[in-house]
């Protein structure tokens, strides 16, 4: 899985996160989502909730990080519909069951 620094240079290489970008993150969600021209084509699957269904199909893409803060939190990104835009969660709880992304070395 991409580290929470690898993330973070995409999203600059992209245009930048909601949290800290002139476009607030807008040109990176347009250029990652699926059909988008970086061809990292991601998808909004939305996370698990307390009780054990899927929420939030088709308005968020949430991806893990493969950094972690303690065995129970990590950050990860977060595609928001709705804003149409990337933004950085620093605490996720890993009990989300959120998607990831592998790379390639």
Request: proline fraction near 5%; charge should be neutral.
């Amino acid at each position: 899985m991409p580290t929470d620094d690898e993330w973070q240079q995409l999203a600059r290489h992209y245009g930048g996160l909601g949290n800290d970008s002139p476009e607030k993150g807008k040109a990176t969600y347009s250029a990652l989502l699926s059909g988008g021209a970086s061809g990292f084509n991601a998808v909004l699957g939305g996370n698990r909730s307390g009780d054990g269904k899927y929420d939030r199909l088709q308005a968020h893409g949430f991806y893990w990080t493969g950094s972690e803060n303690d065995p129970m939190t990590a950050p990860f990104y977060n595609f928001g519909k709705g804003s149409q835009a990337l933004y950085r969660q620093p605490q996720g709880q890993k009990q989300m069951a959120v998607s990831v992304r592998c790379v390639r070395e």
